[in-house]
T-cell receptor, first 109, second 117 residues
Framework: NAGVTQTPKFQVLKTGQSMTLQCAQD?????MYWYRQDPGMGLRLIYY???????DKGEVPNGYNVSRLNKREFSLRLESAAPSQTSVYFC????????FGSGTRLTVV | AQTVTQSQPEMSVQEAETVTLSCTYD???????LFWYKQPPSRQMILVIR??????QNATENRFSVNFQKAAKSFSLKISDSQLGDAAMYFC??????????????FGAGTILRVKS
């Protein structure tokens, strides 16, 4: 099925652990995004990539790194997880319209 | 920077009735896009309706329509003949038209819509 695939769907981390959230799209979109969703705050942009080889910070980039591996894949890395990073994470791609992944619920204990 | 405000954290509507969700935004731009997204418990983000700022006509998609007031920077969503499947979180979102802003979406905090049978 065409769309945006995110893995994993759920994850529990201990404070200080690292992990990478994977995202891949098969629609040949240039732009890709990582958002986090927190209660009462909507979705906030962490990082985005307007095209292969470029990445830029969004509204809340602290504590995260990203890699645009190729046109299809855009990963989000937490080097040292903190409880404040407990959230639902969405990847999206865009080309005259947004397509969202199904989200990753991350809990940091 | 652009901001989007949804002042109603939660709304309720009786099945088959009409409900309006409010959204206001702040921008200095004259050309942009506005969206309403639906997020059911499955977490999936579903596009409900899209409005282009340069179009004066309000967008409509079946039971969903918007009241776009550009001067007032207001973009409300009206749901007619509400159905149980409409129960969800609804997000209002803004996107600049200029590519220099990276086509980023700016979201409001969301409104939870409950539908009573």
């Amino acid at each position: 099925n065409a769309g945006v695939t995110q893995t994993p769907k759920f994850q529990v981390l201990k404070t200080g652990q690292s992990m990478t959230l994977q995202c891949a799209q098969d629609m040949n979109h240039n732009s890709m995004y990582w958002y986090r969703q927190d209660p009462g705050m909507g979705l906030r942009l962490i990082y985005y990539s307007a095209s292969e080889g470029t990445t830029d910070k969004g509204e809340v980039p602290n504590g995260y790194n990203v890699s645009r591996l190729n046109k299809r894949e855009f990963s989000l890395r937490l080097e040292s997880a903190a409880p404040s990073q407990t959230s639902v994470y969405f990847c999206a791609s865009e080309n005259y319209g947004y397509t969202f992944g199904s989200g990753t619920r991350l809990t940091v204990v | 920077a652009q901001t989007v405000t949804q002042s109603q954290p939660e709304m309720s509507v009786q099945e088959a009735e009409t409900v309006t969700l409010s959204c206001t935004y702040d921008t200095s731009e004259s050309d942009y896009y506005l969206f309403w997204y639906k997020q059911p418990p499955s977490r999936q983000m579903i596009l409900v309706i899209r409005q282009e700022a340069y179009k004066q006509q309000n967008a409509t998609e079946n039971r969903f329509s918007v009241n776009f007031q550009k001067a007032a920077k207001s973009f409300s969503l009206k749901i007619s003949d509400s159905q149980l499947g409409d129960a969800a979180m609804y997000f209002c979102a803004y996107r600049s038209r200029g590519v220099e802003y990276g086509n980023k979406l700016v979201f409001g905090a969301g409104t939870i819509l409950r539908v009573k049978s």
